[in-house]
């Protein structure tokens, strides 16, 4: 299998931006910028925002995702939010791991391992987020560490749930810096996780793998990235909360 027969996903990741109305609005500027994509069009919105934008997108081929979920199924654990309660609204796609709930809310490897299982089991779509420092880059131990980042998510995850992964590249300097891995980086490190994916799983289901680039993907550099043999897709903050930027993007992707 060659990248050509590997879905595209663009994936938004909105962090804490709009409100339930504005996202609402925002979803209708861009479902008429996005119709009709030949990748997959995915926007990972606030969880108060995630009803208004079901509502939102429904009938378009814009899905919906969440940005985190609690691994446990239910229970004392005030302010989490479960796999299944995000099932029930909608949800088919969960971003798990990313660097800042690493950074800021003590995300490890293995708590994201656990939400990783998590959204599987309840039927929905991981896209689990790797990605190293500046300080790790340069000690260069990037590929080293996204392999282990990505073997440690995908602990107990079978065969059949890997269908259901996204694995996104994205290194901690580049988010939200305006630097961006050059194109030969971003295409070197997923090559990299999908080697160690390959170890696990055997090279058929690592060459089906949809691994995206995440980090200051913007209008003017998406194409050349998303160019790579192996950058399947993109994770994009800041330029997802501009229609026409986004769909820019959906458009250098779409095959
Ligand atoms: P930026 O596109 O704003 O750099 O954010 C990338 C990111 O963190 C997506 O999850």
Not at 3 to 30: D, F, Y
Not at 34 to 58: H, Q, T, Y
Not at 156 to 184: D, F, N
């Amino acid at each position: 299998m060659n990248k050509a027969k590997r879905a595209a996903v663009i994936a938004g990741n909105w962090k804490m931006n709009k409100t339930p109305s504005e996202a609402k609005a925002l979803i209708e500027e861009m479902k008429p910028l996005v119709a009709g994509a030949d990748c997959s069009v995915v926007l990972c919105v606030p969880f108060v925002d995630l009803p208004a934008a079901i509502s939102a997108a429904k009938g378009s081929n814009i899905k919906i995702g969440a940005q985190n979920c609690h691994f446990e199924p239910s229970g004392a654990y005030t302010g989490e939010i479960s796999a299944a309660m995000l099932k029930e609204l909608g949800v088919e796609y969960v971003i798990i791991g990313h660097s800042e709930r690493r950074t800021y809310f003590g995300e490890t490897d293995v708590t994201v391992n656990k939400r990783t299982r998590a959204v599987l089991d309840a039927g929905m779509t991981a896209i689990v987020c790797v990605g190293e420092s500046l300080e790790q880059r340069e000690q260069g131990i990037t590929a080293e560490l996204v392999s282990m980042q990505t073997k440690i998510a995908l602990g107990g995850v079978s065969a059949e749930q890997l269908k259901r992964v996204i694995i996104a590249y994205e290194p901690i300097w580049a988010i939200g810096t305006g630097k961006t891995a050059t194109a030969e980086q971003a295409n070197e490190v997923n090559a990299a996780i999908r080697a160690a994916v390959a170890e696990v799983y055997g090279a058929d289901a690592a060459e089906a793998l949809t691994i995206q680039y995440g980090g200051s993907m913007n209008a003017k550099n998406a194409a050349e990235l998303l160019d790579q043999p192996d950058v399947d897709g993109g994770l994009i903050g800041g330029a997802s909360l501009k229609a026409e930027d986004f769909s820019v993007i959906v458009k250098a992707a779409s095959r």
